[in-house]
């Protein structure tokens, strides 16, 4: 419905704010319960505080976004990219996002995975082990979304 103005009414935006986190809620509990081969075998190793202690949650909702992987403790997010986040828009605005609430990034090709999961996971925990900095950093690019490589992080 619209009020008087032409702009919705609270009452309206309301109820669709809470079906919109509704089935955030649905999806990721479907996520959660089917997930892909990478995220499998990424989770394989994150469950049960087996990485270093770390205590990780997996298809998280924070605001509008599910992530495949958190560490609240440490304000990492840990994401299996498939095929489908070559290059696209909408994940630089999700990690935008996501690092102006303040949470750090590591996303890791399936490739990567796959063939060089010793070095997924050593990054991992020097991205856990590294001082969590709050708000804006001073340095550039720190706190962002990065990508592990054999020379290090990009």
Not at 77 to 97: C, F, K, L, M, S
Request: charged share 30%.
């Amino acid at each position: 419905m619209r009020g008087r103005a032409g702009l919705w009414t609270g009452a309206v935006r309301s109820k669709i704010m809470q079906s919109m986190d509704e089935w955030l809620q649905q999806r990721a509990k479907e996520m959660r319960h089917e997930p892909v081969l990478y995220e499998r075998r990424l989770w394989k190793l994150l469950r049960d505080r087996r990485l270093g202690g770390l205590k990780f949650r997996r298809q998280f909702r924070i605001g509008r976004y599910i992530v495949d992987f958190i560490c609240l403790r440490h304000r990492l997010i840990v994401e299996a990219d498939g095929p489908q986040h070559e290059e696209r828009a909408e994940d630089a605005t999700r990690d935008a996002w996501l690092r102006a609430q303040g949470f750090r990034l590591l996303r890791f090709p399936n490739q990567q995975i796959e063939n060089r999961g010793e070095q997924v996971v050593a990054a991992i925990l020097a991205a856990a082990e590294a001082k969590v900095i709050r708000g804006p950093s001073p340095l550039a690019g720190e706190g962002g979304s990065r990508r592990l490589t054999d020379e290090g992080f990009l």
